[in-house]
């Protein structure tokens, strides 16, 4: 989530209109400022939550680890003050993702303790954290529905119609290894999928990634295969 409310939602007005009086509510809460390199994690999956980071700026990105060693990318966040534990803070349980920086980054560190009396004390603060959190499960059970009940070749052409189209909260990667892993697939099974968009002549690959050649048809490409 971040401290910045998001642009939609039934109480969008409200939070525009308090959200200094979030943000200041969160950093009362602060304990300290940290500096990490790229490659650490600001969160590890399986390990309990030690601290609420709050992440001024720079490139994060979130993955999950099954005990078969394959891993799921969930994508790459530019965050503009984004918070991150806020899930595991209220379930009281270990972290679930992994959540990388991906260059060098300032985490500001609120204290866990402080702020679940702070919201004892301000229970009307709750609403920010309701609000992205339901945000969050929606885009989130969005993109899990689709890599389960569609086929992959599907699921990168709705994809990339998605990011031609609106600035998505979740970037992709450069690297077609973490590309797979963001469609929950191998290099060699993402590879195979993509090649059979270009051989339909739907997309092509260029310097910066992917490209629609036709949006038309990928649309009619993803009417005609909805299974």
Not at 162 to 176: C, D, E, P, V
Request: charge should be negative; include cysteine.
């Amino acid at each position: 989530m971040k401290i910045t409310p998001y642009s939609s939602g039934r109480f969008h007005a409200y939070l525009v209109e308090q959200k200094q009086a979030f943000k200041t509510f969160i950093y009362q809460c602060q304990m300290s400022t940290a500096y990490i390199d790229a490659g650490s994690d600001i969160l590890k999956q399986g390990e309990p939550l030690e601290h609420i980071y709050v992440v001024p700026g720079g490139r994060v990105s979130m993955s999950i680890l099954a005990a078969n060693g394959r891993r799921f990318q969930l994508g790459e966040a530019n965050c503009d003050y984004h918070i991150f534990g806020e899930m595991e803070f209220f379930t009281a349980t270990p972290c679930q993702w992994t959540v990388t920086a991906d260059e060098h980054l300032q985490i500001d560190i609120i204290c866990l303790t402080s702020l679940a009396k702070a919201l004892e004390q301000h229970p009307e603060m709750m609403v920010y954290f309701a609000a992205a959190l339901a945000e969050d499960y929606r885009d989130s059970m969005e993109i899990y529905t689709n890599r389960l009940l569609h086929p992959l070749t599907y699921n990168i052409a709705y994809d990339l119609l998605l990011r031609q189209r609106s600035t998505m909260a979740l970037g992709n990667f450069s690297k077609a290894s973490q590309e797979a892993e963001r469609f929950g697939t191998s290099s060699r099974v993402y590879r195979r999928a993509v090649n059979e968009l270009i051989a339909q002549g739907l997309v092509e690959k260029t310097a910066t990634g992917l490209t629609i050649v036709d949006e038309q048809e990928l649309q009619r490409f993803l009417k005609s295969n909805p299974q």
